[in-house]
């Protein structure tokens, strides 16, 4: 039984480091900031909750700490993206050129006439 | 008083989360932390309190794990097939979406969760609009950008936070 | 079996490394550096394993907490509100 967890913790941690891999690879490829933090963000959280989770499997004792630090990763990944997205479109990055569309330059231009009118 | 408790207990958690261990040296001196930070931030911390933990909320809370857990195992699938590619496949936008949730709390799960699926990444919330960068735009308008991204989350964050 | 583990990440470390020197602008540096804490956590929670060290798990997740700290300093410091 105990061989069966300890096999299945080796699977999860392989598929982690091979998402965290991809992560790296596709902050190096994607053409720019915006679709580079799509592959850092999404590719790396799965990967370290992923390895992290199979070291808690692997050796057992220690399952409820690998749980809470996957569980903080899960938490924190996403609003520090969210503020670094938000942060470089303010900023003045622009989307790729070869966008489709950008709603939140008008919203943008909407809020801040709001803000100069009150 | 109940945001008190609630804030106390959430601490007090996160204390033992941390700490691992059972002593009652380590409980003991949880406690007094959680006290003193339940003491100073209990108002900002919780608007509804004791009211957060209710039974109906807990299940949809840990139902939810389950469907979130599962729709980003499919986003990493999708970044990781786009990134392998020679040529990548890239449509990208930000979108509007609408969102019929009001209180903070719930926007900030919905908005986690969003990040977290396939190719979106939430930019910024305006009121009740969600600002989405999307890695493969399907559609621009509004009603439809919603039942491609959100409608899955919302339905069950509802159940969680109101 | 866990020193292909740390390979791999170390190669993946790398690749997210060169978009840090290339740049072009700063926030493509940050989110580089994001992706490098992420990677470095999970890298030292191996190292625990590797070593049988409990202390290591510590000291993953401490940096996990400052990693998320800089990054949303420096996304503030973007948007202009520091």
Redesign the interface.
Known sequence: MMDIIEIIGYILASVGVLFLFLGGLGILRMPDVYNRMQAGTKATTLGAVGTIMGVGLIHPEWFFKTLIISLFILLSNPISSHALARGSYRSGIKLWQKKKIDAYKNALKKEKEKNEAA | MSRFIFSFIIYFALWVGFTTSLNGQELFAGGLVALIMALLTAKEFSEEGLENLTPHKIFYAFLYMFVFLWEMVKANVDVAKRVVQPKIPLNPGIVEVPTQLKSNPAKLALANSITLTPGTLTVDIIEDKLYIHWIDVKSEDPKKTFEHISSTFEKYIKEIFE | ?IYI?LG??V??????S??FLLGP?S??R???L??LT??T??FM??L??LFNR?IY??V??IY??LG?IG??T???????GL
Not at chain 3, 74 to 80: F, H, S, W
């Open positions: 079996m583990f791999v990440i190669l993946g470390a790398i690749l997210a060169v978009r602008t926030s493509d940050v989110v580089a994001d992706t992420t990677m956590t999970a929670v191996l625990g394993l409990y798990i510590d993953a997740l996990g907490v998320f990054v949303l420096i996304a503030r410091y973007l948007e202009g």
